[in-house]
C-alpha cells in the first residue's frame, strides 16, 4: 500500500516561509514512475491543488502560488518537497502530499498522506 507522509508545517507570519517535506513508502514500482504533488484544503472550502510534477519534470502551479512556492523531489530518497516563501494569510490551511499515476498525460492522484498544518498570521 503506497503511503505518503508530510511535515514541516507550522505557524509562520506573512511574508515569511517554510518548506514541506513528504516521503513515500510501500510503492509498488520505482518512486520516479508516480506522480507526485500538493494540495491544500482551508477550513470550510474544498480542497486545492497547490502544485505537481509536470512531465517534463518542471513545476505545474495554480495561479494562487506562482513566483512564490517551489516544488521539488529526490526521486533516490522518494522525496518531495515544497517551498513556500512569501506567504501570506490566504495560504492558511492544511496541507497534504499526494502521489498518483499520470495517464494519457495527465496526473490522477490515488493516495493522500494526513497532512501538515499551515498557519499564516498577520
Known amino acids: 500500500q503506497v503511503q505518503v507522509a508530510e511535515s514541516g508545517g507550522g505557524s509562520v507570519q506573512a511574508g515569511g516561509s517554510l518548506r514541506l517535506s513528504c516521503v513515500a513508502s510501500g510503492l509498488t514500482n520505482s518512486y520516479i514512475t508516480y506522480c507526485m504533488g500538493w494540495f491544500r484544503q482551508a477550513a470550510g472550502k474544498e480542497r486545492e491543488e497547490v502544485a505537481e510534477?509536470?512531465?517534463?519534470?518542471?513545476?505545474k502551479y495554480a495561479d494562487f502560488v506562482k513566483g512564490r512556492f517551489t516544488i521539488s523531489r529526490d526521486n533516490a530518497k522518494k522525496t518531495l518537497a515544497l517551498e513556500m516563501n512569501s506567504l501570506e494569510r490566504d495560504d492558511t490551511a492544511m496541507y497534504y502530499c499526494?502521489?498518483?499515476?499520470?495517464?494519457?498525460?495527465?496526473?490522477?492522484?490515488?493516495?493522500y498522506g494526513r497532512g501538515t498544518q499551515v498557519t499564516v498570521s498577520s
Open positions: 499526494a502521489a498518483g499515476r499520470r495517464s494519457a498525460g495527465v496526473c490522477s492522484f490515488t493516495w
Open positions: 510534477f509536470s512531465l517534463d519534470r518542471s513545476g
